[in-house]
T-cell receptor, first 108, second 110 residues
Framework: KNEVEQSPQNLTAQEGEFITINCSYS?????LHWLQQHPGGGIVSLFM???GKKKHGRLIATINIQEKHSSLHITASHPRDSAVYIC??????????FGQGTRLTINP | DTEVTQTPKHLVMGMTNKKSLKCEQH?????MYWYKQKAKKPPELMFV???????INESVPSRFSPECPNSSLLNLHLHALQPEDSALYLC?????????FGPGTRLTVL
């Protein structure tokens, strides 16, 4: 069993829909990261969380440390949000353990 | 400057070639990372340098040889690679917490 599990693996939605991607982890962590990867490779760090909730534009990330669970929400989704979203947990100072990613497609 | 740059963007090499990948950052970060990413898979950590010293080697074959000449530069020297080493190679840097990723080098080994 992977230390970091994401669901769903694939998600297709219509423009404007509210999107939720879930991440569960089974190890002790110092922080949890949400990353975005567009086709072509580059990875962008969206959020780093150790507790509570963070918001940036239409993106919201939450974490429940007791339940070892995090969610990434996208409000008013847009085709440009189409990408792979990766949950990663930080073990110790430097090492990230990655989930398998969620491939999101937003249709116009 | 919040950018990590990588060169080249694409590299095709034969199994007997020697080549190098280069990564550069000018954010003053003291930790730098090499990752390997196969298609439709998450990145896999290869090496971590902290304060220019190798701190993590994830049991990577010796045909991959990292080098950190100074705090801004990270190289990955490649020699006698196999076709299964074809992948996207990502560099990242961090100071505390957030890792900043470069755009990657797409490597094809023939």
């Amino acid at each position: 069993k992977n230390e970091v599990e994401q669901s769903p693996q694939n998600l297709t939605a219509q423009e404007g829909e509210f999107i939720t991607i879930n991440c569960s982890y089974s190890v002790g962590i110092s922080a949890l990261h949400w990353l975005q990867q567009h086709p072509g490779g580059g990875i962008v760090s969206l959020f780093m969380l150790s507790s509570g909730k963070k918001k940036h534009g239409r993106l919201i990330a939450t974490i429940n440390i007791q339940e070892k669970h995090s969610s990434l929400h996208i409000t008013a989704s847009h085709p440009r949000d189409s990408a792979v979203y990766i949950c990663a947990v930080r073990k110790g100072a430097q090492k990230l353990v990655f989930g398998q990613g969620t491939r999101l497609t937003i249709n116009p | 400057d919040t950018e990590v740059t990588q060169t080249p963007k694409h590299l095709v090499m034969g199994m007997t070639n020697k080549k190098s990948l280069k990564c550069e950052q000018h954010m003053g970060h003291r930790a730098m990372y090499w990752y390997k990413q196969k298609a439709k898979k998450p990145p896999e950590l290869m090496f971590v340098y902290s304060y220019e010293k190798l701190s993590i080697n994830e049991s990577v074959p010796s045909r991959f040889s990292p080098e950190c000449p100074n705090s801004s530069l990270l190289n990955l020297h490649l020699h006698a690679l196999q076709p299964e080493d074809s992948a996207l190679y990502l560099c990242a840097s961090s100071q505390v917490g957030t890792q900043y990723f470069g755009p990657g080098t797409r490597l094809t080994v023939l």
